[in-house]
């Protein structure tokens, strides 16, 4: 549902794999379009998919996912998001069988124009699944973000929203101020913007996205935009009066630690060969799964793949995960101590 | 003087280029490294230079400079340095064949290792005159920036110090302070780090840069620094006032007027073909060229090339400037109203 960047860049990527892609769009010229650029298979929505991706604007996410998991004709169907503010979509559609999504990707293009079917290859994915999230449901995304090349982390919503405040939305207010000065200054100075090189050019690079989903985002996620913020007036303050103070000393320190931090941020790294799988019993019962998802996410562990192996009596079973084999060992043990003692098996 | 990520750069540069290049280092053994590396031509000073780069740390230019402008063997010899800020290095150099000079070029490398013979194309490359600087030791720089494949653009000092604190000094510490603000947030939330996207990576690369010149650079240009900073404080109070009161026409406003610059943002072009010559009778004396290229800094006119031609009697000349077609006539009106009547030529 909505065929702009990441709906058709979605339509394209599923394609490319062998889906069959239905979509719509509020408008039905751009639905034309995606359908004449090979974004869908066909028009309109399928009341026999396994799978909906809700593409629209953020402010219509909740009623159009409760609108396709509220049809009767279809108790199966799973649905996800690509918004970039989580706790309010989710809490707002509180469904078992909708699992709250957000692709880390993004372009400077703007609507169908710029899809891409590559956007996702090797973008972190953030799944949000909560107490309530039905495991089979939250493995089918995870099985199709897999598939699209993208590596799936999950994290509870709330902590999705403050940590994007962190390093997308508060970066983004950053970027689209400093080029506001500058461009101000350049009212003056004609020769301004011709200082300015690769390092300003891509520090505002991300500035030049569509202005309007912004307004929307900014909202839903005020609180930790604002904290975020924040954060960054005084820390900045303190930079203002180390160089006021001609403080050399602080300043190195402040710009080594930076250097460094920015030398080990790790790179978008092809998925790796290196799997371990995790077996772990576990009860048959709600929330384990975001428990689980939790722990792994708060370690840093990217789980590649998840299934549970139900047993054939009782209501137990056993949850496999594949994860990176170095992390394997520190995710079982933490597992362990939450009372979920499991093993390691190495993948051939 | 210095075989660093800079005067390496100079190095490879120039004699690709067919020029001869003797160098020396504070360290006798990156020197001979520089040497192996096919940066220099010999070790050593060399007083038959033509022109001496100097490309030491900041703090030590204008001594460097001033030892060789003192040296009597070198009446002629032109010296240039590649320092960030200006005004405190041109005025304790004060000699009409220093030309304080600022490659808006840089790299993620760091020192000798990451020198690169395609640094400079292409790059602006601010030159400083000012009413002292002699015409002729402006011209030798100038020619062999634009040798070098660099856009040589003139500013005062002041006016250099004052951009590069929008464009590339507050920028760079405030892609510090959001390095560091991540790398702290994710010692509580490992995945946080993952979320990172490629606008993050781009707004923080810059600070990965060598620690080093900081001190220097906060220092020598600790006024225009402040104030660049106490206005993006300033800018960002705002922005988070409107994230906290919901302003979304605000958001909205401040968002689609960077998206709109960011967007107008002139790609760094490569030299254009479409070239005029505009000639202008001036007096001999001095100060005129400082005037006359303050002027084209101003327009944000390039200027491609620069000579003065001498009349054989009296004391004027014809200043000879190659600029960009479409800017011509604005800078010829300019000089005009400025008591310098010219004439433009089409160049073939």
């Given at each position: 549902?909505?065929?702009?960047?990441?709906?058709g860049s979605?339509?394209l990527?599923?394609?490319?794999?062998g889906w069959?892609?239905?979509?719509t769009?509020?408008?039905?010229?751009?639905?034309?379009q995606?359908?004449?650029?090979?974004?869908?298979?066909?028009?309109g929505?399928?009341?026999?998919a396994?799978?909906?991706?809700v593409?629209t604007?953020?402010?219509?996410v909740?009623q159009?996912?409760s609108?396709?998991l509220?049809d009767?004709?279809?108790p199966?169907?799973?649905?996800?998001?690509?918004?970039?503010?989580?706790?309010?979509?989710?809490?707002?559609?509180?469904?078992?069988r909708f699992v709250g999504?957000h692709?880390?990707?993004g372009?400077e293009q703007v609507?169908?124009?710029?899809?891409?079917p590559?956007?996702?290859?090797?973008a972190?994915w953030v799944?949000t699944p909560?107490?309530?999230t039905?495991?089979?449901?939250y493995?089918?995304v995870?099985d199709v973000v897999?598939?699209?090349?993208?590596?799936?982390?999950?994290?509870?919503?709330?902590?999705?929203?403050?940590?994007v405040?962190v390093v997308?939305?508060?970066?983004?207010?950053?970027?689209a101020t400093l080029?506001?000065?500058?461009s101000t200054?350049a009212?003056?100075?004609a020769?301004?913007l011709?200082?300015?090189?690769?390092?300003?050019r891509?520090m505002?690079?991300?500035a030049?996205?569509h202005?309007?989903?912004?307004?929307?985002?900014?909202?839903d996620?005020?609180?930790?935009?604002v904290a975020a913020l924040?954060?960054l007036?005084?820390?900045?303050?303190?930079?203002?009066d180390r160089?006021?103070?001609?403080?050399?000393?602080g300043?190195?320190e402040?710009l080594?630690r930076a250097?460094?931090?920015?030398?080990?941020?790790?790179?978008?790294?092809?998925?790796p060969?290196?799997l371990?799988e995790i077996?772990?019993p576990v009860?048959?019962?709600?929330?384990v799964?975001?428990?689980?998802?939790?722990?792994?996410?708060?370690?840093g562990?990217?789980?590649?793949?998840?299934?549970?192996a139900?047993?054939?009596?009782?209501?137990r079973g056993v949850?496999v995960l594949?994860?990176e084999?170095?992390?394997?060992?520190a995710?079982?043990?933490?597992l362990?101590k939450?009372?979920?003692p499991?093993?390691?098996?190495?993948?051939?």
């Open positions: 549902v909505g065929t702009g960047l990441i709906g979605l339509g990527a599923l394609r490319r794999r069959h892609v239905s979509g769009d509020r408008d039905p010229e751009q639905a034309r995606a359908l004449a650029l090979g974004v869908l298979d066909a028009i929505d399928d009341p026999e396994e799978i909906v991706f593409a604007p953020a402010a219509i909740a159009v996912a609108r396709i509220g009767r004709r279809r199966d169907v799973v649905v996800t998001d690509v918004s970039g503010v989580k706790t309010s979509v989710v809490g707002a559609v509180g469904h078992a999504g692709p880390m990707a372009s609507g169908l124009a710029g899809a891409d590559g956007l996702f290859d090797g972190v799944l909560t107490p309530q039905d495991l089979g449901a493995a089918v995870q897999n598939d699209l090349g993208a590596e799936p982390i999950a994290l509870t919503p709330a902590d999705h929203d403050r940590l405040a997308s939305h508060v970066p983004h207010l950053v970027a080029m506001n000065a500058a200054g009212q003056h100075d020769a301004l011709r200082l300015a090189a690769g390092g300003f891509d505002t690079r991300v030049a996205g202005p309007g989903i912004w307004p929307d985002v900014c909202t996620n005020a609180p930790a935009i924040d954060g007036l005084a820390d900045l303050a303190v930079m203002r160089v006021a103070g001609a403080d050399r000393s300043l190195l402040v080594a250097s460094s931090a920015r030398r080990s941020l790790p790179a978008r790294a092809a998925r060969d290196d371990a077996r772990v009860p048959d019962r709600e929330g799964l975001a428990e689980i998802t939790s722990v792994a996410g708060d370690l562990v990217n789980i590649y793949d998840i299934e549970i139900h047993s054939s009596e009782g209501n949850l594949v994860v084999r170095p992390l394997a060992g995710l079982r043990d933490s362990g939450l009372g979920y499991g093993s390691v098996g190495v993948l051939a």
